[in-house]
């Protein structure tokens, strides 16, 4: 049983940025929104993909986000800036923040970026791998709805907390991108849905109790990846995201799919410790070393962070992108209410 | 049975630096690194404090690390700095390397410096900490003889690459400083000793088999914690601390408790985000959160990082510091060799 459709990528966008720019949104930002969503799917981050188009709608008929934003630069050095994001949809703003890093890094050699009062920012794989495209290694994390207890606390205090790094190599980039929780949300209800058990150690009950059962578990706490140091980790993304730019701790956020908490990016050229061929050769070695190292039992290869990922895209361009049918359904349900052309089935 | 004297820190301090210096290392030097050594101890950091002193001295005698380091800037601009450590000890060179990024960072609000060729860093949070003495946020990552497969691999690549971040706050700063190993190295060579078993999903044999034999997992390799999100964090490490400073890959770094692989320190200036007390009053309040956050089942409070090792530190610093019978015979035999008098048994 073929429970999914196939679109082509193009076609995903082009919907993509009409359904925004039906619903009033500028046609600049409609189109960073179709980019990014669909680059989602394309790398196989459906979570971070067309998905979203529903929800960050139903964000902005709710209130919870706003269609157009009003941005502005609220403090500014050489090095630093800060935006508030007015509320507005979260991609574009992130997009723009993303460029503003990437210009003064080039002319500093390292810079960051807070952003308070935006939503949902989407993959932040997005940002980073556009700071690479520049030449420069880029971070980028996320506060977001609390959903995670911190190491030894049985309520959520922290969101997913993401942290994306990425490198420039001579060829395709190292991208890194992980929520800090043991888990994504997701997928405890994908488990739900489908009734199977979820691993234990990842999500604690509403009463602070271990549980492997994915109902239990949505109903809970999830708990962070790696015990203690995960904690640690997600614990400074809401200095550094939440608090850094002025923005909203995680526990304040409202929780929805369109609503993220703060956006912060840092940016390091490279250039600036030494010359920029001489770095690409030690990360060829690095690659080397990696992609040569033998397997352990039951692994077939060390993969790159982010090689899944290309392989998935590098399928996806070509033979189309598979839409689940729950998904398919709700993009036709906007497409009926926007009178948006539903991308054609392949 | 007590296995351990108990010494007073600023006798242990007296001890530490006469050895270093009986041993050609500057003054300066010696009395950085005996501050070092037992700041770790008195944060019950122990395998990063004095009995270290053996390991470095064995390290220079070897011709791993040179007594006196030729410290030379080999790059810089306003906000970075590069430095070849000539193969010096690692903590004075560090310390150095950790002033130089907080004044830069006075003056452009992020800055960040590279060290290469350098001994032993010891304990990161000593430069994070001193960061945050300076009201900014630290960030340090080194990495080291490699101990630690990538995930899905069987042989060592990376070190146990540590990172440390902390957080100036109004009372005792957020203090993380974590190896991306799932265990430290020395904990398996102490359940080796105690004929325990070791926790699995930690180690592999040298044949690339999950192993819970402390003894298979010593020969072996380490993996990283929390699966392949830890070694993704791992790689990162490398790039910054390896490669960016133009230093060595884990792979070819020396094993010895002297050795290191590259310093990377990067500083953040709260003022250059926002006002220094509204910073402040919201890691209150996310101080707050997290420790009025309900306990999970079997926890009886939350922790913030760095606060076990508070405690430790406020008892010791009060009641003495223990040291092992083990790490005792091996300063006794420095004490008569070097004709230095051992710190007085309390």
């Known amino acids: 049983m073929v429970d999914y459709v196939k679109v082509m990528h193009d076609d995903l966008r082009r919907f993509t940025a ?44 709710k209130g919870f986000v706003n269609a ?79 959903r995670v207890a911190p190491w030894g606390g049985g309520e959520p205090v922290f969101g997913t907390n993401p942290i994306s790094i990425a490198f420039p190599t001579r060829g395709k980039p190292i991208v890194i991108d992980m929520a800090t929780s043991a888990i994504a949300a997701f997928k405890i209800r994908l488990a739900a849905m489908k009734g199977e058990k979820i691993p234990e150690g990842i999500a604690l009950t509403k009463d602070g109790r271990p549980t492997t059962d994915p109902k239990e578990a949505y109903e809970g706490v999830l708990l962070p990846f790696g015990g203690y140091k ?9 200095v550094l995201a939440g608090i850094l ?36 050769n030690d990360i060829d070695k690095l690659i080397s070393v990696l992609k040569t190292c033998k397997p352990a039992q039951g692994f077939k290869e060390v993969l790159l962070p982010g090689e899944p990922e290309d392989r998935t895209y590098e399928d996806r361009i070509r033979n189309g992108i598979p839409i689940d049918l ?15 052309k539903l991308p054609k089935v392949i």
């Open 68 to 146: 157009t934003s009003n941005t502005k630069v609220v403090k500014e050095s050489q090095a630093i800036t800060i935006i508030d994001g007015g509320n507005g949809l979260g991609i574009p703003i992130a997009n723009k923040a993303t460029d503003i890093v990437i210009s003064k890094c080039k002319a500093v050699g390292i810079a960051a970026v807070g952003v308070r009062n935006l939503g949902h920012v989407g993959m932040l794989a997005y940002y980073t791998m556009k700071m690479t495209k520049s030449n420069l290694i880029g971070l980028a994390v996320v506060n977001a709805p609390s």
């Open 245 to 280: 730019p002025g923005g909203l701790l995680s526990r304040y956020v409202i929780s929805h799919a369109s609503t993220q908490g703060g956006f912060f990016a840092l940016a390091i050229d490279p250039v600036a410790f030494r010359d920029y061929s001489e770095y690409l």
């Open 18 to 61: 009409e359904c925004f720019i039906k619903f009033g949104v500028p046609k600049d930002d409609a189109e960073v929104i179709a980019d990014h969503l669909v680059l989602a799917n394309l790398r196989g981050v459906d979570s971070h993909g067309v998905v979203r188009i529903p929800h960050y709608i139903e964000g902005i008929k």
């Open 230 to 238: 995960g904690y640690a980790l997600s614990l400074a993304i809401e």
């Open 326 to 340: 729950s998904t398919w359904k709700l993009l036709t349900d906007v497409a009926n209410e926007l009178n948006v």
